[in-house]
């Protein structure tokens, strides 16, 4: 990640407007405001529970009861026609555990009508070669990770959502990820990434720091370190916690 990169002026890919979701009787998120500059790394960070993965959803245009405005690519969140524009990684696997690497692909290659060439060019991405035909539950959970990853970029999206991709993952795997990611919004892709790690924050172009369903912070880096006087990010953010009186 690098904190120079120019973000002032780029157009937003993403831009929610005071979004509240509600589950039964109570509020899961409070007002949401962000935005997510194209060709950027947005880091959504927060402890587990606190509605990330909620918001994602809402995002993407999954998540019943939403009030409040979603735009995503200029559209609004879950328009048709953004079907084949953003990628979404879950938490949980989302590909098929009995079928081979090739064959997850070749089955969501069809979907979202990309041809083989395409499939070559995402294996060598996350870098898979190698394991094109082993069984996918025989993987270990970093690969797994990579074959959900890859099945999102066959469409070649311009906005991918993922939500905690690196949660149980080694170091080393973990920073490999990392590296794909900046890769991808070197291309012009833009990325959310959920994250209850503070120790990938620097690892984002912007952060959105997140806490009991409400938007703490749409920051940097750089300007959080600044704020706090914090250089750590995790106690950056226990320091605008504070500030906040929670």
Same mark, same amino acid.
């Not at 081979?100 to 395409?118: P, Q």
């Not at 066959?154 to 990820?177: K, N, Q, W, Y």
């Not at 369903?213 to 995790?234: F, I, K, N, V, Y």
């Given at each position: 990640?690098?904190?120079?990169?120019?973000?002032?002026?780029?157009?937003?890919?993403?831009?929610?407007?005071?979004?509240?979701?509600?589950?039964?009787?109570?509020?899961?998120?409070?007002?949401?405001?962000?935005?997510?500059?194209?060709?950027?790394?947005?880091?959504?960070?927060?402890?587990?529970?606190?509605?990330? *993965?909620?918001?994602? !959803?809402?995002? &993407?245009?999954?998540?019943?009861?939403?009030? +409040?405005?979603? %735009? $995503? =690519?200029?559209?609004?969140?879950?328009?048709?026609?953004?079907?084949?524009?953003?990628?979404?990684?879950?938490?949980?696997?989302?590909?098929?555990?009995?079928?081979?690497?090739?064959?997850?692909?070749?089955?969501?290659?069809?979907?979202?009508?990309?041809?083989?060439?395409?499939?070559?060019?995402?294996?060598?991405?996350?870098?898979?070669?190698?394991?094109?035909?082993?069984?996918?539950?025989?993987? *270990?959970?970093?690969? !797994?990770?990579? &074959?959900?990853?890859?099945?999102?970029?066959? +469409?070649?999206? %311009? $906005? =991918?959502?993922?939500?905690?991709?690196?949660?149980?993952?080694?170091?080393?795997?973990?920073?490999?990820?990392?590296?794909?990611?900046?890769?991808?919004?070197?291309?012009?892709?833009?990325?959310?990434?959920?994250?209850?790690?503070?120790?990938?924050?620097?690892?984002?172009?912007?952060?959105?720091?997140?806490?009991?369903?409400?938007?703490?912070?749409?920051?940097?880096?750089?300007?959080?370190?600044?704020?706090?006087?914090?250089?750590?990010?995790?106690?950056?953010?226990?320091?605008?916690?504070?500030?906040?009186?929670?």
């Amino acid at each position: 990640m690098s904190e120079t990169v120019d973000i002032a002026e780029q157009p937003a890919a993403i831009t929610v407007s005071g979004i509240d979701v509600r589950r039964g009787e109570s509020n899961v998120l409070h007002s949401v405001s962000l935005v997510a500059p194209v060709g950027t790394v947005t880091g959504l960070l927060g402890p587990s529970g606190c509605g990330k *993965s909620t918001l994602m !959803r809402a995002i &993407v245009g999954v998540q019943d009861h939403v009030e +409040g405005r979603i %735009e $995503v =690519l200029g559209k609004p969140a879950g328009s048709a026609s953004l079907r084949s524009l953003v990628g979404y990684v879950t938490q949980a696997p989302s590909v098929y555990a009995d079928l081979s690497v090739s064959e997850n692909l070749r089955y969501f290659a069809k979907i979202a009508r990309a041809g083989r060439d395409r499939i070559a060019e995402v294996i060598d991405t996350v870098g898979l070669h190698g394991f094109e035909d082993r069984v996918t539950g025989s993987l *270990s959970g970093g690969q !797994r990770s990579r &074959v959900s990853l890859a099945s999102a970029l066959l +469409g070649s999206p %311009e $906005v =991918l959502v993922l939500d905690e991709p690196t949660v149980g993952l080694d170091p080393v795997i973990r920073a490999e990820l990392w590296r794909t990611f900046h890769a991808l919004a070197d291309s012009g892709t833009t990325l959310l990434v959920s994250s209850h790690v503070m120790d990938e924050a620097g690892e984002c172009d912007r952060l959105l720091l997140m806490r009991e369903g409400r938007m703490l912070r749409d920051t940097t880096p750089a300007a959080l370190r600044e704020e706090s006087g914090e250089e750590d990010l995790q106690k950056a953010f226990l320091a605008v916690i504070e500030s906040e009186g929670s």
